[in-house]
């Protein structure tokens, strides 16, 4: 079975731009969870989608956004980028909401200049 | 105060020792997760916990609900196992509403 996939792997934009990543959750997979790393703040939550909802949403502001799609696909959109924004951005998927194991992707490098 | 802390920061090891890694949590869950993550960023999931002690291979988790707090042991370290090791709670704020919130890592460097 193939595991998480996003793309793209590595990203540069400017200041100001808009950007969409994608994940496509392992098939069967029906929750997927967006998260942030840097190395200031760590990993943090940016939101949940189950069946093409939003289910949960981190503290971030609403220049990121979501959406999943009817087979489970998974996009997320930052807009008006800034430069600190740049991070690596994991998605992970599970079968089911909250007591399911994660599987996380690779990740997308995201550089804002 | 984050709501979940890990210690050490960082921690050496030497080729066969026994190591200890803690987490410490404030807020009430509904599971505890253990992640690795290797230089590059995969992150892969090693266990999921609400209660008790699950172990896998040389990996030995542990959870106690009533002091909040988790221990991931390895046994018999390898270099391989160099890795950061991240704690994970999934918080319950308010009815079916959670998410997860990450620890600060523990870097873990695992010497020949």
């Known amino acids: 079975k193939a595991g998480v996939t996003q793309t793209p792997r590595y990203l540069i934009k400017t200041r100001g731009q808009q950007v969409t990543l994608s994940c496509s959750p392992i098939?069967?997979?029906?929750?997927v969870s967006w998260y942030q790393q840097t190395p200031g703040q760590g990993l943090q939550f940016l939101f949940e989608y189950f069946s093409e909802t939003q289910r949960n949403k981190g503290n971030f502001p609403g220049r990121f956004s979501g959406r999943q799609f009817s087979n489970s696909r998974s996009e997320m959109n930052v807009s008006t980028l800034e430069l600190g924004d740049s991070a690596l951005y994991l998605c992970?998927?599970?079968?089911?909401?909250?007591?399911?194991?994660?599987?996380f992707g690779p990740g997308t490098r995201l550089t804002v200049l | 105060k984050n709501e979940v802390e890990q210690s050490p920061q960082n921690l050496t090891a030497q080729e066969g020792e026994f190591i200890t890694i803690n987490c410490s949590y404030s807020v009430g869950i509904s599971a505890l997760h253990w992640l690795q993550q290797h230089p590059g960023g995969g992150i892969v999931s090693l266990f999921m916990l609400s209660s008790g002690k699950k172990k896998h291979g040389r990996l030995i988790a542990t959870i106690n609900i009533q002091e909040k707090h988790s221990s991931l042991h390895i046994t018999a370290s390898h270099p391989r196992d160099s890795a950061v090791y991240i704690c994970?709670?999934?918080?319950?704020?308010?009815?079916?509403?959670?998410?997860?919130?990450f620890g600060t890592g523990t870097l873990l460097a695992v010497q020949p």
């Open positions: 994970a709670v999934r918080w319950n704020y308010g009815g079916a509403t959670n998410k997860l919130i």
């Open positions: 992970a998927s599970s079968f089911w909401r909250n007591t399911d194991t994660q599987y």
């Open positions: 098939s069967g997979h029906r929750s």
